[in-house]
């Protein structure tokens, strides 16, 4: 919930100043009927207060009516001050959230989201750069010689500003991409790309063939279309194409998800030899696939292999990228290159949805690629990335080398940390969380992960990563012992 920015009243006790705020977010319709309110333990946390402080608060609106606590589920709202005097109540909320096409997060995802904007925490969790590493001087004379240019811009056409995707039509080419312009659509990040293809290219009921673990689990966009999710083994070199002739068999359309770099969460970068049979195997089923490709970039040791995209000339592979991984994720600026058919019919869908990604936006990225700044800021983010994984492969080997197994990431954020004594992921997230670091647990990119914690190394500071390997050691030592 975060700190709640709540004026003292001097002459107010100050669980009375608590619920005066509840009463006034319920009459105002924030917290609606049927809604559950937060925990004491963070109610407490939000007001920075203490929880027998809460409680009393909480006591007080139960007598008013206008909350009421069930047993082993969380405390609702169950009236209003309008309700209380009405005959007619309003309607439930409630049911209307859960009855919507998207579905929730998971809970332990939702939870992630919210703890991520505490800058009082360790983020081992962040899949994005550090603020450290955002080129600030850089930006700001990419947008003042944008603003130089800019005249009177209203909606861009269906597939996005044509230099930019003039710009990306060449940058794809230096790793083997041959995609037009006309091939290309221009999204709002990749994962608006996933959403794009789920509703427009799937019906209800396919199949999305995806690594084991996979960053797909811990979304529910494909779930939410109507599709089902089938894992396929991985090991060292990545996705084993061997799975995908079993799998396929399966009725109605099937269509195969992967991340050949730097896997999202296993840190697995797909090898050449692999890459070439996978597309064998498309070629021979006739499968199409998603190519998800944004963190292609961060390589730290050496270029990695050309894309699976470079090797389809049958226009089986959506390739999708993004420069929120790499330069910014707030420019929401991402790309799908794929066959002219699909992408018009992608471009349609997005213009139904949001009309096209902000145009200053993609000037700006149009900017960053045909300058030769972008490539000049990768260099830079390299180096970074390498020190990075210096520290936290230092700091592993010091505080947990009898407690966990990993493998050394050659690019990416990510590594993969395989938990050796038996305990429960969940109690230890929860208490890393209380102790101020947070992290993210295994399973929420698959079941079959519960011992596994996914560690970021991108995002928190050097410091930082050092003291929150540290507190995890110390975690697991404890719980471990009980």
Known sequence: MGNIDWKRKKHSPKYQQIVDIIKEKIANGEWPIGSKIPSQRQLAEGFNVNRSTVVTALEELMADGLIEGKMGMGTFVVNNTWTLLATNPPPDWKEHV??????????????????????NLIQLSKGELSKDLFPLDTMKFVMQRVSEE??????????????????????LKTFGVQASPASILIVSGALQALQLISVGLLPRGSTVLLEQPSYLYSLRVFQSAGMKLTGLPIDEHGLMPSSVFESKKQKGRVILYSIPCFHNPTGILMSENRREELIQVCKKEQLPMIEDDIYRELWIDEPPPPPLKSKDKHGHVLYIGSLSKTLSPGLRIGWIAGPEPVIERLSDIKMQTDYGSSSLSQRVAAEWLTSGLYEQHLECVREQL????????????????????????KGGFFIWLRILPKLSMSELCAKALSEGVLLNPG????????????????????????????????????????
């Open 98 to 119: 859960k009855s919507g096409l998207i579905r929730p997060s998971q809970s332990t995802v939702q939870q992630i989201n919210q703890a991520e904007s505490n800058t």
């Open 150 to 171: 800019m005249q009177a811009f209203g909606y861009e056409e269906p597939k996005g500003f044509l230099a930019l995707r003039e710009a990306i039509s060449d940058y």
């Open 386 to 409: 390498k020190i990075r994984r210096t520290v936290i492969l230092e700091a592993l080997e010091i505080y947990l080398k009898d407690l966990a197994t990993w493998d050394v990431p």
């Open 443 to 482: 399973d929420i990119y698959g079941q079959e992960s519960n011992h596994y914690l996914r560690l970021s190394y991108g995002y928190a500071s050097l410091k930082d990563l050092k003291k929150g390997i540290c507190k995890i050691s110390h975690i697991i030592r404890k719980l471990a012992k009980r």
